[in-house]
């Protein structure tokens, strides 16, 4: 009899499973879910609480696809993915948008089949040591022991960093996070290498923040994003229109507060088009019109998202930085809505 | 002369197929056939629908790409330009290494645990069972955590060695140093290095090394032929000559003097910048995951041992000692062929356990097959498929050759029941 | 009588001598630890090791243990208690953490108004387990199902279950003791509904998907009975063709119907909810339930006088016992999109619990064939001598004596299996060992904390499995049948 019962959960599991991979939006419409590809756990940038719910930057583009796509930015299943699983699990479906730090890449567009859509942060890779080591710059770090995250862009990026300025380092490779600061803290290696935004969440967290150093050097350029499956392009459209819709908020100054009194009262042709008032945008990428106004009232413009997560006024205290408007002098920079 | 004939065989008919025991288990067997094949069909047919709607191919060029990684310990040379093929025989050596040392702790462990709960020593036996049931009852991955966990909190860093009052001081005569990143042990080197023999693939090994496995070998033959000897003058004479003597001096001897010939000595770690450098620095990652899968694989050897002992019938060394032979013979030649053939079967078969246990090396991130070929290079690649279908290969190539061992083991061993 | 020898011998003792006390090195404690401690030389030295070695841990450990601190909502506020309490630089343990996120090591993120029906179906769990497990002894079951009862029925008041459930509950457990009391077997028939049960409410959703699942083998039943008055060639193929058809064409629709006419749903719950121990009991009891027929299957496969399925359980057993667990795992979650059609895509709990269950029923199959071949000949002989069929005589001659046989190595496979629940943290699960562990250090207030988690989740663990391996040496005893 339970086998039985084997039999028939699997075949109705299969039944249920929606079929046709090539039309995401209409299978995430049916399925009245979004499913989104989150990290383990990063703090500020996706993170479950207590009770489960996730919060994060990383998270905040989930819940903004949701809200466009299905009118309600709670309807989100997190998927939690490693740096080994994630690629996996949106080139096989599990996931409809990946967004978990993922650097864009020549071979992972290509060579991995996945699009990515956008740059949601602008990162590079660095150092975190400890004061007391003496060092001030990462070309000193001859013979030190490195913690590195496997399965990830910076491991190879350590190597030929440490390659081309001919040194010498003994990597301890971890699997998480959480183990990296562990073993930092403890001393079982001299530095730790991630994303500078990572390094900061991680500092940020310690006891004595102030006895540990970011070394200036950056040595690689880690366009984070959020990426989808190669083959659809429709969906792509979505996701990437969606991220500009956030950033170009921040641009137009709407706010998920003032959201509502410029969609009636606003002069700007080009607010009034993203949201919604005048044009049917949302029409020609498969929404309705008010696509992006839910977009951005989810969890508010790419600034707000910026500020409530990881900005300067959260433990994790980054600096907008290359993640100014280009109004700004940094890189973000929103496709116009036309 | 009137004999019955055989009674004709019944025409064949289509619903024998079914009713007839000579013909249903074809039947079966045919059905069966055909739905597996279907089955596999189904499969295959679905991955390379799959794989071309990703866009994708099965090939394993990607093996010899660059591989871009470094691997903090390995057996052979190796670095971030060698390719993807290399970085997974690296994580091949050292998943054997791992398990190799693993087998060998566990079974010196889990013999004298076994033996000692059977000590009439109340508390000894006592605290042994503790020990067994400890760490039989809990996850495997708790204890690789735990004392993972234990040497990274609670052994100093390479720092505190530093300065003229450290904090922490060398071990052993100030040869062993044992920090939170590796314990650090003398190398040995040589003052007369003869050169080492190029084995191709940049695997070297030194003409010492040779010649120390050469002059043991050697030493172990004449060891041989002098037992012969011995025994030939017992038969002849009745008298056995002493021989130890001899036996030790073939067997240390020629060592020796290819110690003082090549000059070999020990050269200890010392501090230089971050880290010890001039000695091996055995990761700890390799230590923790060794100690936890030797403690808990220990812990069942320790059951096997125990009750491979029991299971001899206590009959069997009374006959012994009342055919009037010494106790550490009936051991010998009574008790212990008999345990062995109860306690291998189990014993190889926890072997293997602890070799497939040995890919919880994720936890602590020691570079193992699982590490390299089915961790950064299926990462970095992208190639699941291919990585993961050949790590798979590698584990139960290996399994069927330990269970082919055992099998060899057993067969020789078996009971002659007639 | 004795004035008889009055006159022969000038004295004769009529009552016995008092017994003397032994010398005062032959008994009690001295004599005892001269025979267990000190017997010798080699057993002094390994006594005296031994002391060294507690004194060596409760040396260690024992202030550590001593200065535990229970209410604290971080670990700074914890530490700070240790040294108001016990002095600056001494250490202890925080169990506080413990206490602050029990209900996620329990239930992971499960929605905490609805913490009451794992609870329920944790407890009427023993009730299906009942005339399976405990059908030996009275005593024991009796003692079993009323701890269950007021366990279950005191947590689900305690975490708000609503009032019907309660009462559904309650007549469940009570309804079971008096049944089980009265005929153990009936209580069968709730063990064969409780996997559909189970599933329903861990999950949630509608009722009639799992009533529509049970109507497959029904139909097929139905259809076989007509049938079989035609041919019973026609009745088999009836059967198997039936089932199949009605749960991949007609089910899903069907439940989906139902659920309009009449609802049946209670709040569904996500797979990506579930963890701590939660995740791992799931897994555990599910893959222990259906590994144990798929292993028993697969043994006698392997026994099998057909050449081909014989060398198909071969291969099957020889690959998933030749192959780490892990490997298994990392295909669940990495490969099976790409044997499956195209677009399919099912739960990872699932997947999970397909890899962990075929895992334990190679290692089954291998137990239950040592049983099988531990069977003298002359039982297979006598089988066939009284004239039974393959399958009656596994089912009333060979098997249960097997089975006897095979409890020890059974049970440990099940402990290896509940064991090994905690390796899904690899792919992603939380699990309660690391995955549950690390997301409570991701939290400022508890970073730093690692050994009060791990040995907790330690403890919890070795109850369970040592409790299960007692229990087997127990039914083991029980079911001895020859006297030896």
Redesign the interface.
Known sequence: ?????????????????????ADTLAEVKARGELNCGVN??L?GFA??????NWTGFDVAICKAVAAAVLGDPAKV??????GQ?RF??LA???VDVLARNSTWTFSRDTDLKLDFVGVNYFDGQGFMVSKDLGVTSAKELDGATVCIQTGTTTELNLADFFQANNMSYQPVNID?N??G??QY?AGACDAYTTDASGLAATRA?F?DPENHIILPEIISKEPLGPAVRHGDSNWGDIVRWTLYALIAAEEYGITSKNLEELAKSSQNPEVQRLLGTTDDLGAMIGLDKEWARRAIAASGNYGEIFAANIGEQT?IGLARGLNAQWTQGGLQYAMPFR | MAYVSAPAEPPFRL?ML?YDRRYR?LT??VI??IL?MAVAWW?VD??I???S?MGKDFNFGFLFQRAGYDIPQTLIPYTANDTHFRAAVIGLLNTLLVSILGCIAATVLGVAVGV?RL??????AR?MTVYV??F???????WI??IY?IFT?VLPPPNAYRGDDPAASMILFDSVALTNRYTSIPTLAMTNDPGSLDLGARVTINWATISFIVAILGGLYVRRLIGNWAQSIQNATGSRPTTWWMSLAVMTIPSIILIFFFGLHLVPPELKGFNFTGGINVQNSLVALWLALTLYTGAFIAEIVRAGILAVSKGQSEAAFALGMRPKRTMNLVILPQALRVIVPPLISQY?NLM??S??A??VGYMDL?GTL?GTT?NQTGR??ES?VL??AT??V???II?AGMNIFNSRVKLKER | MSDTHAQTVSFVRETMIEASPPPEKQAGAVKWLR???F?GPV?TA??L???L??WFLINHFWNWVAHSVWNANSL?ECRQIIRDTWGEGSTGACWAVIRE?W??YTF??YP?DLYWRPTMSFGLLFVALAPVLFSESRKIRRIVLAVAAVVTLASMIQLNAPTPWLIFAAIVLIGGLIISERNNSWLLVFS?LY??LG?WWLWGGSLW?PIM??V??VLGYIAWKLLGRIS??LASVGMIGVTLFW??AL??RAARDAENILSLAITPV?S??F?GFLLSTTIGIAAI??SL??GIVLALARRS?????KS?AVMFI??I???????LL??A???L????????????I?RVI?MV?IFAAAYMAEVIRGGLAALPKGQYEAADALGLDYWKAQRLIILPQALKISIPGIVSTF?GMF??T??V????L?DP???MS??V????AW??I??EP?IF??AI??II??GM?RYSMYLERRLQRDHR
């Open positions: 009899m339970n086998k039985s019962l084997f039999l028939g959960t699997v075949a109705a599991v299969t039944l249920t499973a929606g079929m046709g991979m383990t756990g703090a993170a479950p609480d207590a009770s489960g299943k997190y998927v939690p993915t490693t699983t996996t699990a096989s479906g599990e998480s959480a183990e600061e562990q803290m967290a006891a433990p | 619903s079914i288990s079966f067997q069966v056939f597996v499969l679905n991955t629908t799959n794989l709607a000692a000590s009439n020593n109340w508390l000894f605290l049931e400890i039989r009852n809990m996850p495997l991955l708790l955590l735990i966990a909190e293997l497939k246990n890919s919880l994720i936890a699982r089915g299926l699941e498929l993961m790590m798979m584990y139960l290996l399994s069927l269970s | 025979e267990n401690l017997s057993n390994l006594t090791l031994a002391i070695a507690i700074n996120r209900n996620q992971g993120f905490m064969l996997p559909f599933v998907g699942v049970i497959g083998p019973p060639i749960w991949l089910a899903g996500n990506d909810r963890g339930a259906i027929p798929l006088d057909m050449f081909l399925v198909l020889e690959f016992r030749g192959v780490p667990l892990i490997t990392f295909v979650s990495l490969l999109n790409y044997f499956l059609p195209p677009g399919t895509n099912f739960d990872i699932l397909i269950t402990i064991k090994d905690t390796l943290t690899f792919v992603g939380y060992l690391k995955s690390d997301a250090r991701a939290s400022t970073k730093g690692y050994w791990y989740v330690g663990f070795f499995c040592f391996s």
